[in-house]
C-alpha cells in the first residue's frame, strides 16, 4: 500500500507505483514515474522529467531530477531515469541532461551512492557500483559496472570510467581509467589491477593472469599507447577485448 505523509505534496501529474513510501514535506513535481516499492525521505525534492525504477531507497534531503547546472540550458524536456534497487543516501543531487549531448542522465541498477554524491547533467552510471561520500561527477561522465569511487573524488567532465575500477579516496580524476584498474593520488597514477574485486565477481584465476598480463603490457611494458593497444587487440580472451574496446574507444587518453 503506497503511503504518503500528509505534509508532503505531490503533483498530480506522478505517477508512484503500489508500495511506494513519501516522507514527510517531500515535493513531488512534474513528470515523475516512481515505481513498486521505492521509498523517498524526508525533505527531498523530485522533480523534472524524472524516472525511478523499483525498490529504491531514496534517503532524506535528497534532490533528485532539478534541472541541470549547464549555462547553455535553456529549459529544453531533458530527463533523468534511475533503475531497480539502488540506494541513494543524504543530500546526494542528480540532475537531468543536455541537448547538447543524449538528453538524459542514467543511473542503472543496484548502485550505492552514499551522502553528498553529485552526479551531473548526462552522466551514465552502470550497475552495482559503490560512489563514495563527497564523490562529485561532472557533466558527461561515465562509470561502468562494478566501478568504485572513494570518498571526496572528483571527476572531470567526459571522463570515461571502465567496469571494475577501484579509485582512491580524494583521487582528481582527469583522464579516463581502463577497466579492472586500480588508481588512486593527485596526479592519479595507477598502482595496479583490482584482483580482489574481479575475484569476489567471479572472475577465474585465469581470467585474473589475463587481465595482469594486459596490465602489465599497458603500463609496464615501455610500449607506446599505440603500440600496446595494437598488442591488446591480438588477444581474443573476453576479458582483454573489454579492455581493448575501452582503449579504442577513450577520447582524453588514459590514466598511464
Known amino acids: 500500500m503506497t503511503a504518503i505523509h500528509p505534509s508532503a505534496i505531490i503533483d498530480p501529474r506522478a505517477k508512484l507505483g503500489i508500495n511506494v513510501v513519501i516522507g514527510a514535506y517531500t515535493i513531488v513535481d512534474g513528470d515523475v514515474e516512481i515505481g513498486e516499492g521505492t521509498t523517498v525521505g524526508h525533505h527531498s525534492v523530485i522533480t523534472g522529467h524524472t524516472s525511478i525504477g523499483r525498490d529504491n531507497r531514496i534517503y532524506h534531503s535528497v534532490s533528485v531530477g532539478e534541472a541541470n547546472q549547464d549555462k547553455k540550458y535553456k529549459g529544453e524536456p531533458t530527463r533523468l531515469v534511475i533503475g531497480d534497487r539502488n540506494t541513494i543516501r543524504e543530500f546526494c543531487s542528480l540532475n537531468r541532461g543536455t541537448v547538447q549531448d543524449h538528453g538524459v542522465t542514467t543511473?542503472?541498477?543496484?548502485?550505492?551512492?552514499?551522502?553528498?554524491?553529485?552526479?551531473?547533467?548526462?552522466?551514465?552510471?552502470?550497475?552495482?557500483?559503490?560512489?563514495?561520500?563527497?564523490?562529485?561527477?561532472?557533466?558527461?561522465?561515465?562509470?561502468?559496472?562494478?566501478?568504485?569511487?572513494?570518498?571526496?573524488?572528483?571527476?572531470?567532465?567526459?571522463?570515461?570510467?571502465?567496469?571494475?575500477?577501484?579509485?582512491?579516496?580524494?583521487?582528481?580524476?582527469?583522464?579516463?581509467?581502463?577497466?579492472?584498474?586500480?588508481?588512486?593520488?593527485?596526479?592519479?597514477?595507477?598502482?595496479?589491477?583490482?584482483?580482489?574485486?574481479?575475484?569476489?565477481?567471479?572472475?577465474?584465476?585465469?581470467?585474473?593472469?589475463?587481465?595482469?598480463?594486459?596490465?602489465?603490457?599497458?603500463?609496464?611494458?615501455?610500449?607506446?599507447?599505440?603500440?600496446?593497444?595494437?598488442?591488446?587487440?591480438?588477444?581474443?580472451?573476453?576479458?582483454?577485448?573489454?579492455?581493448?574496446?575501452?582503449l579504442a574507444e577513450t577520447t582524453r587518453g588514459i590514466v598511464r
Not at 589475463?210 to 609496464?220: D, E, G, Q
Open 107 to 246: 543511473v542503472g541498477d543496484d548502485n550505492w551512492l552514499m551522502a553528498y554524491v553529485h552526479v551531473a547533467h548526462d552522466c551514465i552510471v552502470g550497475s552495482n557500483t559503490t560512489i563514495a561520500n563527497c564523490t562529485q561527477l561532472a557533466g558527461h561522465v561515465q562509470v561502468g559496472d562494478w566501478a568504485t569511487l572513494g570518498g571526496f573524488t572528483g571527476v572531470h567532465q567526459f571522463v570515461k570510467i571502465g567496469a571494475h575500477v577501484m579509485c582512491g579516496v580524494s583521487s582528481v580524476v582527469l583522464m579516463d581509467i581502463p577497466p579492472y584498474v586500480t588508481c588512486g593520488g593527485n596526479p592519479l597514477a595507477a598502482v595496479g589491477v583490482n584482483a580482489e574485486g574481479l575475484k569476489r565477481r567471479g572472475y577465474t584465476p585465469e581470467q585474473i593472469v589475463n587481465i595482469k598480463r594486459a596490465y602489465k603490457t599497458l603500463y609496464r611494458s615501455g610500449l607506446t599507447f599505440a603500440q600496446a593497444k595494437a598488442e591488446l587487440a591480438k588477444d581474443t580472451t573476453p576479458e582483454v577485448q573489454a579492455l581493448s574496446t575501452f
